[in-house]
């Protein structure tokens, strides 16, 4: 089947559905990387079968710019870029990431401090409505659909076909890790970096309270040794104790895929960390596709369990992060701590103007809070962190769980942007509305 006819047959799915079926949400071939929630509606949702829009359709070399299927995952990207010097302007580090996911559900990356989230490295989208009209969405066509399409997660319609840009790329990159004392030094050096923009990529690791680790990237076309993480080591100790390091280029892209950042350690299975387990089990078990088909499987054996793990990206405002992170000590104190600073090139229009408001630079910090136990009676930290982030003016991603009631949601998020967006995509609510997607007792969300 080619595009075209791939688009069609889905276009067809849509309009062919019963009325009053219910919402509908998407297959797709590669897992999911949204946190496995077995009392999630969707999974008695009506699919809409998306799982041949896997293939990369140009690669453009003199122009720098790639047109895919969005199911096409970030290592088949990259594997086909990289053959010719050129990667996307953010690659997740999460190889069956795709690029569809990246878009609607604002992945950032250690390039977002130049580049900003997938989104801004986009030039048009084709996306199929809920009413299965095929349109093209670019800043001079439908151009509020295109902006919106960003942090949708998947209830505007469906993307069937992006174009984006591409920048040259070198075979390896040269990694140099900068310790710093404290937070304040650690922001303030990253900070400085940033503005230099002399390295390619830019995040931080905060591996405890005395421990603070910058991981500063360059291209290179030359390395003296290279480094692999692929089964025995592990990336993210590594930078604990490493001054430097090689990995080829695609590696570094990859380089939290195998514990999957450090959900290993929240595993069932105890002591993946370990030579032996990793030689036993390693195969089956590592690798962020394998530990989140096992969480997916595992989750309906904890589907009474109220409060599961932290597994979360919020984005701090970069004045308040400061702030953020001193609450962040004293209220979680779970490390690692995954810090990517993140510089949105507009104030997005999915963001409500007055939240806007409250960030007075271009920059977000990304914290990432993966495998914190949410096991102290009494205590969320899931809302905790959600109330904090809001509080500061920041995002919090909705890959986990959402505890905001409907007033509160509206007022981080565009509710007329994404009301207008709504009509235009899809008038009939075949998919879930942003707050009843992420708020399963919401009226709407079955
Ligand atoms: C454990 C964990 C670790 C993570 N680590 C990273 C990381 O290192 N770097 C990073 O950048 N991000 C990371 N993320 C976040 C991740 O980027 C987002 O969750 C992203 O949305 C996942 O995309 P996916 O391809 O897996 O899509 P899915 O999880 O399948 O979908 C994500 C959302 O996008 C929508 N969607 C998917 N395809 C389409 C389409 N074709 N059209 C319209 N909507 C669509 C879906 O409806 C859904 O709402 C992590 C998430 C988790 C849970």
Partial sequence: MNHEEKVAAIAAQIRSRPRGSGPASLRKSAVSHFVPNPNDPKHGDRKIDVRALDQILELDIPARRCVVEPGVTFSDLVRATLAHRLV?????????ITVGGAIAGCSVESMSYRYGGFHDSCRSYELVTGTGEILRCSPGDNSLLFEMIHGSYGTLGILTRVEFDLIPAMPYVHMDYRRLRSFADFHSVMMKLCEEGRYDFIDGIIHGRDSFVLCLGQFTDRAPWTSDYKSLNIFYKSTATRRDDY??????????????HWLTRSLPVPAMESL???????????????????????RPLLKHQKNVDVVVDVFIPEPRVKEFYGWYEATLDYFPLWIVPYRAPKVYPWIDEDHAKANSSAYFIDCAVYGKKNDVPGVDYHKLLEDKTRELGGIKTLISQNQYDEATFWKIYHRDNYDRAKRISDPDGMFRGLYEKFHPTAPGSR
């Fill in 88 to 96: 996307p302007k953010l690659v997740p580090e999460l190889k069956t």
């Fill in 247 to 260: 990995p080829t280029t695609y590696d570094y892209f990859f380089r939290y895929d195998t514990e999957c």
């Fill in 276 to 298: 032996p387990m990793r030689l036993l089990l390693g195969k089956v078990l590592l690798g962020s596709t394998n530990i989140l088909n096992w969480s997916r499987r595992l």
